[in-house]
């Protein structure tokens, strides 16, 4: 079904209603009460030996053609790198950490066909000493509330389509279709949204005055060139749901007039820097980039810039000359970038 | 450097490598901006890059030599110099130097001599540190060839080393 529809809609979407209709058939193909395994694929869990549980599960669905009745996927970054790698079995969301390659047939056997724990594999909760068997019940994750890394371990970053079946580019969607630019910005102004970087600048108070600049030219930069150690949080989102970031990147295009954008990623993180190239490709495909967005009349591209290894690059002066091909280094900046900024012209 | 267009040497990587160096540059020929990137792709081809590429960019793309040349010694992850068959990076970010990476360093510099950015003379092995590759976890880190190996210490970096000839 899916197949039909993508083939009749030549996969890229040109208005709402077939990305509704993608959305409905791909939602339809899923069979909801499947068992999901979700194997961590971030850069953490990787580092602790991930590919090799993830390359041992799909042989064994694959020797014993479970393929129909599980839903196997390799996700984003989780967070709780210190037990990787780490494998979440639904609906219930066990939670096993520290996964070998070895476990892996066991695991099949006991837990994703007959749904037994496997107490081996589960996390021992330093504090009371005891065993904890659900994702929800680790300490580490009880007291959290995932908003923008909230699909993290459910969608495979690699497919958009998972990101569109989890309701992905309905914003953009609402967007387009309902919302006028200036409304947006409201929305945002309204929103309290600040920015990550540290000085917490009102994201609303930026796009407006970026808005209000008039010039054909606008840019719209994505700063991944992050330097924090032990946070990343760039990282994890690009790794696990780039799809989201490209999103809401458009929205701030439209919203202030600009066609043209850039993410500025690590060199240090090559997986964010392959999933955020892959996801760009696909959102070309699927006409979520290029010319007449959805149908909307609207052009936006984005072009992904690798940074070289300087820390100081994560500063907005800096990064700007970087991205114009010189060298990284900051400037006293006595206009905001969002009136003057890359090739001077305003950035957000 | 000498900035003196020495098309002798250009000629010997041309003779060698002509299309590859040609088609690098030309991809990017109304892509200016993108140097770092050109670079980036220059040095994953070559795993440094040569003298002669930069003057051929320069030439190319219409960049004056001193700005290629300022950009390739900015940034960290370029090479100048020819690089060793395997490439070790240990992370010296926040939470792997705290959890003892400079001793891997200092390991790495009394059994082969190196120090960061250099390549030993068999040209083995090439060191390069970095500041925080994003799995503080498994702290310290080292890569090699792309590869992760987390909670390194001196003696288990001994073994891992003496898989790579």
């Known amino acids: 079904m899916v197949e039909e529809v993508r083939k009749l809609l030549d996969k890229r979407l040109r208005s709402i209603k077939d990305l509704e209709k993608l959305r409905q058939s791909i939602l339809d193909s899923k069979d909801t009460g499947r068992m999901t395994i979700s194997v961590c694929g971030g850069t953490g869990c990787r580092a602790a030996g991930a590919e090799a549980v993830v390359d041992a599960f799909a042989e064994e669905i694959e020797r014993r053609e479970l393929q129909v009745k599980v839903n196997f996927k390799e996700t984003g970054c989780h967070g709780f790198c210190e037990r990787g790698p780490i494998v979440v079995i639904g609906p219930d969301k ?203 009349g609207f052009d936006f591209k984005v072009t992904i810039n690798k940074g070289g290894g300087a820390f100081v690059c994560g500063e907005s002066s800096a990064l700007i000359a970087s991205l114009e091909g010189k060298i990284g280094e900051p400037k006293a900046k006595y206009i905001h970038m969002s009136e003057k900024g890359l090739w001077d012209k305003p950035s957000l | 450097m000498d900035t003196t267009l020495d098309f002798t040497t250009v000629q010997t990587i041309l003779e060698s490598n002509a299309e590859k160096v040609e088609g690098l540059i030309e991809s990017y020929v109304d892509k200016k901006e993108q140097l770092i990137s050109l670079l980036q792709d220059v040095q994953a081809e070559f795993n440094y890059i040569p003298k002669d590429v930069l003057v051929r960019i320069s030439q190319k793309l219409d960049i004056p030599l001193s700005q290629v040349f300022s950009v390739a010694t900015f940034f960290q992850a370029f090479s100048l110099k020819p690089r060793g068959r395997h490439t070790i990076t240990v992370c010296l970010g926040t939470a792997c130097h705290v959890r003892g990476g400079q001793r891997l360093v200092d390991k790495i510099e009394r059994d082969y001599g190196l120090k960061p950015g250099e390549t030993t003379e068999d040209e083995r092995f090439t060191l390069e540190t970095a500041n925080c590759l994003g799995c503080c976890a498994l702290g310290p880190v080292v890569v090699i060839d792309g590869k992760y190996e987390g909670q390194v210490n001196p003696e288990k970096l001994d073994k891992i080393l003496k898989k790579y000839e």
């Open chain 1, 94 to 296: 066990i939670f096993y950490q520290r996964v070998q390659p070895d476990d892996v047939p066991e695991i099949v056997t006991e837990t994703v066909l007959k749904g037994d724990i496997i107490k081996r594999l589960l996390y021992i909760d330093p504090a009371t000493n005891k065993e904890v068997a659900y994702e929800s019940d680790v300490t580490f994750y009880k007291k959290q509330t995932r908003l923008i890394l909230g699909s993290n371990g459910e969608i495979d970053p690699t497919d958009i389509e998972q990101y569109i079946a989890a309701n992905g580019y309905s914003a953009l969607s609402k967007a387009l279709t309902q919302m006028s630019p200036e409304k947006i910005v409201n929305e945002i102004t309204n929103s309290g949204l600040r920015g990550r970087g540290g000085g917490g600048f009102p994201t609303g108070r930026k796009w407006q005055s970026c808005r209000a600049v008039s010039s054909d030219t606008k840019y719209v930069i994505c700063n991944a060139d992050e330097g924090d150690p032990g946070a990343y949080q760039d990282r994890s989102i690009l790794e696990g749901n780039p799809h989201s970031v490209i999103e809401g990147m458009i929205i701030g295009a439209y919203s202030i007039g600009s066609h043209q954008g850039y993410i500025y990623v690590r060199n240090e993180y090559p997986l964010a820097v392959e999933h955020t190239r892959l996801a760009l490709e696909q959102a070309e495909d699927y006409g979520f980039l290029g010319e007449n967005i959805l149908g909307s």
